[in-house]
C-alpha cells in the first residue's frame, strides 16, 4: 500500500480528484514534511525523496499514482512529476539524459511562449480587420508590408536586442541567477533563482509565481499547457496559409458555413 503524500504536497492538489483526509489516514504532518515541498535553494544539496533527475525547485515528484499521458502505463524514471506538465510522454528517451532533460524543458518552455505570443499576434490583427479597425492584413504577408524603416534596418535592431535578451537568457541558463536585474529593496526578499522562471517586479509583479507550491505549479502546468496547444496552432496556421492562402478566421468562417466540404480533406484534395 503506497504511502500517503503530505499534505502540503502538489500532489494533493493535483488533476486527480481529492480525497477526503478520513480516507487517508495519514499522519499528522511534521516539520520534515512540510520542509519537503518548501523552494530549495540550488546548490544546497539534494532534496529529501527527490530523484537525481529532478529539475523543479517548486515541489517534490509526483507519486506513482499521478495522472500520465496514457492509463495504466508506467512513465519513465526520469519523468519524476516535478516538472510543469509532466505526463510522463517519452516514447523514444530523449529525456533519460539529465543535463538533456533539463535543456529540452527549457527548450519547449521557451517555443511555448513564443507560440502564445505568435498566435495572440496572429488572430488579433485578423480580428480588428473583420471588424474594420485595420486595412487588409494577412500574417503570411505581413513581411512585405512597409513600415517605419526599411527592412534591412529593422533586421539589424532585431538581431540586436534578441542577441542582447538570449544573451542573456544563456548565461541564467548556465549559472542561474547571474544576470538578475532584480531591484533590491532592504525590506522585501528576492526570489531564489529559478531559470526560466524570473520571477520578480518585472516580470511577476503579482507575485503569482512564488509562494506555497499548489499554486506554483498549477500555474506553471497551465502555462506549459496552453503553450503547446499555441505550438499545435500555429502549425495548423501554417498548413492553412499554405493550402488555403486564408487566414485562421476566414478558414474558421467557410468551415463553419460549410463543414462537409471545407475541411482538411477538401484542403489536400483540392491541391
Same mark, same amino acid.
Given at each position: ?22 480516507? &487517508? ?11 519537503? +515541498? ?20 517548486? +515541489? #517534490?515528484?509526483?507519486?506513482? !499514482? ?6 495504466? %502505463? ?5 519523468? !519524476? ?12 528517451? $530523449?529525456?533519460? #539524459?539529465?543535463?538533456?532533460?533539463? @535543456?529540452?524543458?527549457?527548450?519547449? &518552455?521557451?517555443?511555448?511562449? @513564443? ?7 496572429? &488572430?488579433?490583427?485578423? %480580428? ?6 485595420? #486595412?487588409?492584413?494577412?500574417?503570411? %504577408?505581413?513581411?512585405?508590408? #512597409? ?8 533586421? *539589424? ?10 544573451? /542573456? ?9 547571474? =544576470?538578475?536585474?532584480?531591484? /533590491? ?9 529559478? *531559470? ?7 516580470? !511577476? @509583479? ?9 499554486? =506554483?505549479?498549477?500555474?506553471? %502546468? ?15 496556421? @501554417? ?9 485562421? $478566421? !476566414?478558414? $474558421? ?8 466540404? +471545407? ?9
Amino acid at each position: 500500500m503506497a504511502t500517503p503524500l503530505p499534505t502540503g504536497s502538489f500532489a494533493a492538489c493535483s488533476l486527480q480528484p481529492r480525497i477526503p483526509a478520513l480516507q &487517508l489516514h495519514a499522519p499528522k504532518p511534521n516539520a520534515a514534511a512540510a520542509a519537503a +515541498c518548501a523552494p530549495v535553494r540550488r546548490g544546497s544539496g539534494h532534496r529529501a525523496g527527490a530523484t537525481k533527475s529532478s529539475l523543479s525547485t517548486v +515541489c #517534490e515528484p509526483l507519486g506513482p !499514482d499521478r495522472p500520465v499521458w496514457f492509463p495504466g %502505463t508506467a512513465p519513465p524514471p526520469w519523468l !519524476d512529476g516535478s516538472l510543469p506538465g509532466d505526463f510522463g510522454f517519452d516514447p523514444l528517451g $530523449l529525456g533519460s #539524459e539529465p543535463e538533456s532533460l533539463r @535543456w529540452f524543458a527549457q527548450a519547449e &518552455l521557451m517555443h511555448s511562449r @513564443w507560440a502564445m505570443v505568435a498566435v495572440a499576434g496572429i &488572430l488579433i490583427p485578423d %480580428t480588428l480587420q473583420k471588424w474594420g479597425f485595420m #486595412e487588409e492584413f494577412n500574417w503570411f %504577408t505581413a513581411g512585405e508590408r #512597409e513600415y517605419f524603416a526599411d527592412p534591412l534596418t529593422l533586421f *539589424v535592431v532585431q538581431m540586436a536586442l534578441m542577441g542582447w535578451a538570449e544573451g /542573456r537568457r544563456w548565461m541564467d541558463y548556465l549559472n542561474p541567477g547571474s =544576470v538578475d536585474i532584480e531591484p /533590491r529593496f532592504p525590506n522585501r526578499k528576492n526570489p531564489t533563482p529559478d *531559470v526560466g522562471y524570473p520571477g520578480g517586479l518585472w516580470f !511577476d @509583479w503579482g507575485n503569482w509565481g512564488r509562494g506555497s507550491p499548489e499554486p =506554483v505549479m498549477v500555474l506553471r %502546468t497551465k502555462e506549459i499547457k496552453n503553450g503547446r496547444l499555441a505550438m499545435l496552432a500555429f502549425v495548423g496556421f @501554417w498548413f492553412q496559409a499554405v493550402y488555403t492562402g486564408q487566414g485562421p $478566421l !476566414d478558414n $474558421l468562417f467557410a468551415h463553419l458555413a460549410d463543414p462537409g466540404h +471545407c475541411n482538411i480533406f477538401s484542403a489536400f484534395t483540392s491541391h
